[in-house]
């Protein structure tokens, strides 16, 4: 059924206003309330939006691997509904159980065509009953429609967005959003010309959260064109708190910070971002990861590797050379082989990278860590003089190594010199 003849199915039903199921609605509708009817539509009058806020990420992502989702095509709409169902499966059984045994309860809204607005979950769950052979018809008869209001046929594109945003997003509770789908129904809804405090109004959110999703999405977005997987959300895969962090971080160190060393705020800062990325990529853990990026302050000027030049540019220099030497399949000729899932054999390209370079970002890490803590502890002479005698005590002179690395030998003549100079100073 193509949109024509779902537009004149619906025409049906609001050209018949006692075929009601639920009268008198109110809705927002051009910055005015306006009541509505529901009716009970047969979900084959209907089709999905397959940019839905629920599965947004997933949906760009598989298109942007094979095709665009054509939601009348009897295939794609399959593979939504699969979509819809993977989002949430736990929650999604729940519900479908209870559409089953309560009815539907809340209703929908779709376009005047049949586009459905608000509601893709609970249709999807409707013809996943229908569909389901184990249930007799008697039990399951009433879940072969929708309960929705149907949309003025004057819904523009923009009307039609606030609305889908506001009742997705606003009210939704039950069953939460990934983090991902709000960044890009923000800069959907920004693309769309609407302001800062508009999205905020329809997100139940603040403006200044609403321009945080803006900017973090943009850096979400070089990250994702630095590994070749520009526009496939699903490989973010749950970093939402190291791009935040890392955004903030960049921000403060582009617009300056005072009292720090004369670092380049474009190249150096650009330095950094890489580096984040791959330690991103690396799966890092999130608290240790603020040791690379956290700007300083007055009461801790060591906060990070960037804050003191002395350990970033060791740091830096060691990190671009393991990195440099790594070689990896690029993504587009991974593509071209068409594997069965895309998604699975991008993920086995990033766990082919970290097993190459994980070991070297952690020691290049920790070796770095205990720098820049030494750093911190400068004003503590003693503290530090028995953190190294400690740290001399276990070394394990019984090592082969330790009689045939040249930079042993290096390391223990560098120690006698700290040694006879610090003598010196004291007049031992």
């Given amino acids: 059924m193509n949109a024509q003849e779902r537009k004149a199915k619906l025409k049906e039903f ?16 051009h910055n005015s309330i306006i009541t509505l009817n529901a009716y009970a539509i047969p ?28 939601p009348e095509d009897s295939v794609d709409k399959t ?35 049949g586009i459905i607005i608000d509601g893709n979950r609970r249709a999807s769950l409707l013809s996943n009953i229908m569909a389901d052979t184990e249930i007799p018809y008697t039990e399951k008869s009433h879940c072969k429609y929708f309960i929705a209001i149907i949309l003025p046929e004057d819904a523009d594109k923009k009307e039609i ?15 939460d959003y990934n983090p991902i789908e709000k960044y890009l129904k923000c800069k959907d809804l920004k693309d769309a010309g609407f302001t800062d405090d508009d999205i905020a109004g329809m997100m139940d959110c603040k403006p200044g959260e609403v321009r945080t999703m803006l900017s973090t999405l943009k850096l979400m977005d070089e990250y994702l064109d630095e590994y070749g997987y520009s526009g496939m959300y699903t490989q973010l895969d749950k970093n939402e708190d190291s791009f935040l962090k890392l955004d903030s971080a960049l921000k403060k160190y582009k617009a300056g910070v005072p009292s720090m060393w004369a670092y380049d705020p474009d190249a150096d800062v650009s330095d950094l971002k890489l580096i984040a990325f791959d330690y991103i990529r ?10 690379i990026i956290t700007a300083p302050t ?30 990896e399949d690029a993504v587009e000729d991974i593509m071209a082989t068409n594997p069965p899932d895309l998604s699975r054999a991008l993920k086995a390209r990033d766990k082919k990278w970290q097993q190459n370079v994980c070991d070297d970002l952690d020691e290049n890490f920790v070796r770095c860590l205990d720098k820049l803590n030494n750093h911190a502890n400068a004003a503590k002479p ?6 190294a005698c400690q740290a001399l005590e276990v070394v394990d002179v019984d090592q082969p190594s330790f009689l045939n690395d040249s930079s042993v030998k290096g390391c223990v003549t560098t120690l006698d010199e700290f040694v006879a100079k610090f003598k010196e100073i004291l007049g031992l």
């Fill in 14 to 29: 609001t050209d018949n206003p006692n075929t009601a199921v639920r009268t008198g609605i109110p809705i927002t509708y």
């Fill in 161 to 175: 967005l606030a609305l889908e945003t506001t009742y997705q997003m606003g009210e939704d509770a039950k069953v």
């Fill in 79 to 113: 593979l939504i509904e699969k979509f819809l169902w993977e989002s949430k499966p736990e929650a999604n059984k729940k519900t479908k159980a209870r559409l089953l045994k309560e009815h539907q309860q809340k209703h929908g809204i779709v376009t005047a065509d």
């Fill in 282 to 291: 690396s799966g890092f853990e999130q608290t240790p990861f603020r040791n």
């Fill in 382 to 387: 003693l503290q530090q003089l028995i953190k």
């Fill in 43 to 70: 979900l084959e009058y209907l089709v999905y939006n397959p940019y839905n806020g629920r599965i947004g990420s997933v949906v760009k992502s598989y298109e942007r691997q094979h095709h665009t989702l054509n």
């Fill in 298 to 327: 007055t009461s801790k000027p060591a906060s990070s590797f960037f804050a003191k030049q002395e350990v970033w540019e060791t740091f830096r220099d060691e990190h671009f050379k393991s990195i440099e030497s790594v070689q």
